[in-house]
């Protein structure tokens, strides 16, 4: 392995604090607000008013960047670290990773962007760390079985599309936002991969629930699988990471981040633990490997009707997490899933597309029509030939061939609201000429010939 162990001080975002502090440190906010009572009497009445609005201030702050939050560790830690960085004049350095694993971000991933969002709007430094490097091993969390390796161009071409999606919820300013590869520094000589070893213990990763539980199974866990945390909690060294955002399911890795901080000689960041949403399926964790995601980057259409298939039982938790308010009492839930659907195709996008979703939703669902403006797809080859159906619905819809043939035997392919039947892969190019397909509930599309 190549490369250097710590950041690269020549990237333009790094930005190392002077030895001396990053800017003349102001007036002792610890005296401002514990003066003893002897010396109260005597200082100056605007004194008392300054420090009275910074800690109402910084009150505020901290109730409302923890609001939502599963767990905040150490408990003072966040009013903590926002008292130095305003004594240090600076803002806070807030750390999120993301494995580029999957071709795109999903609202799973806005629980954690929305809070970034709200550091960032209180004047902090969001540090958004694309995991190029640990991409490569995948994050064992929940897992029962070691992830499939993915090729450097399968990671590189996933990681193309984060920031665009990211950057529907962040603020992009430069101040605000840093975007960094781990591969920055994780790309590190032997020597320094063993100095890094040294500062874990099998025990202490092994103690992880998930890890443990695969032990005690006799089920396989690989050596990249333990070194995966330890790989993360460096990120929080390199970037030097004063608070770190993540799921429960990351609360182990977050805490060793401390711990790998401490060793470097550097202040431990606080972690801040968020709820992991669950899927359109309503049983399981988000994910584009199981099919359950709303992604950032799907169409209108596409995020107001898998917004509408969400089991009534999961839709206080989409309000609290994506809406930050409580599913109206007073409301049926279909008419909260309407009210959930628009807003987040609005957020997204912008009101009017909310407002077109939701017209060609009850055109096709309620109405048992079909869309007024559809996508047209070109017929491959010349008008009198064949067409593979499985190899047409791949390119249109982004699915292998043998997933497009299991659509078709699973009888969720039609042409003109007539149903395909099981084995039916090829037709005649004239045949389609004009017709329209439809996948699933949702999609349509119009056939032209060539």
């Not at 003066?35 to 009275?52: I, N, T």
């Amino acid at each position: 392995m190549r490369g250097r162990a710590g950041p690269r001080r020549g990237h333009r975002l790094y930005q190392q604090p002077p030895a001396s502090g990053p800017l003349p440190t102001p007036p002792s906010l610890e005296a401002l607000y514990h003066l003893p009572g002897d010396e109260r009497a005597q200082a100056d009445h605007s004194a008392h008013k300054r420090a009275r609005s910074a800690l109402a201030a910084m009150a505020v702050d901290v109730e409302q960047l923890s609001a939502g939050a599963v767990e905040v560790l150490p408990a003072d830690g966040l009013a903590a670290r926002l008292a130095e960085a305003t004594r240090e004049r600076r803002p806070l350095r807030v750390k999120l990773g993301i494995d580029p694993t999957a071709p795109g971000v999903h609202l799973g991933h806005a629980v954690a962007l929305r809070k970034l969002r709200a550091f960032q709007d209180a004047g902090h430094r969001v540090v958004l760390i694309i995991g190029d490097f640990t991409a490569r091993i995948g994050d064992p969390s929940g897992r029962s079985a070691l992830r499939p390796q993915l090729t450097e161009a399968q990671i590189a071409a996933h990681a193309a599309t984060y920031l665009d999606q990211a950057a529907k919820i962040l603020r992009r300013d430069e101040e605000l936002l840093e975007v960094r590869r781990n591969s920055e520094w994780l790309e590190m000589r032997s020597g320094e991969l063993l100095a890094l070893l040294r500062m874990a213990t099998v025990a202490q990763l092994t103690e992880r629930d998930d890890f443990a539980r695969r032990l005690a199974a006799g089920q396989p866990l690989s050596l990249l699988e333990l070194l995966y945390p330890l790989l993360q909690a460096y990120d929080s060294v390199a970037v030097r990471a004063d608070v770190e955002i993540g799921g429960t399911d990351q609360k182990f890795n977050l805490l060793l981040g401390r711990d790998i901080q401490r060793a470097h000689g550097l202040p431990e960041q606080v972690i801040m633990t968020l709820p992991i949403l669950i899927g359109v399926d309503g049983s399981r964790k988000m994910s584009k490997t199981l099919g359950n995601d709303i992604g950032l980057a799907d169409p209108p259409d596409e995020i107001y009707g898998k917004t509408m298939s969400i089991p009534d039982h999961a839709l206080d938790q989409y309000y609290r997490l994506l809406l930050s308010r409580e599913l109206p009492a007073e409301a049926s839930p279909l008419t909260a899933k309407r009210a959930l659907a628009r807003e987040l195709v609005a957020w997204l996008y912008d009101a009017p597309a909310a407002e077109r979703a939701e017209a060609r939703f009850d055109r096709v669902f309620r109405e048992r029509g079909i869309p007024e403006e559809i996508e047209e797809v070109s017929l491959p080859g010349a008008p009198d030939s064949a067409v593979h159906l499985p190899a047409l619905l791949a390119s249109t819809i982004d699915v292998s061939r043998s997933q497009a043939r299991r659509l078709i035997d699973q009888g969720a392919v039609a042409l003109d609201g007539e149903q395909l039947s099981a084995g039916c892969y090829d037709l005649p190019a004239e045949q389609l000429d004009g017709r329209v397909l439809q996948i699933g509930r949702r999609r349509f599309v119009r056939l032209r010939g060539a």
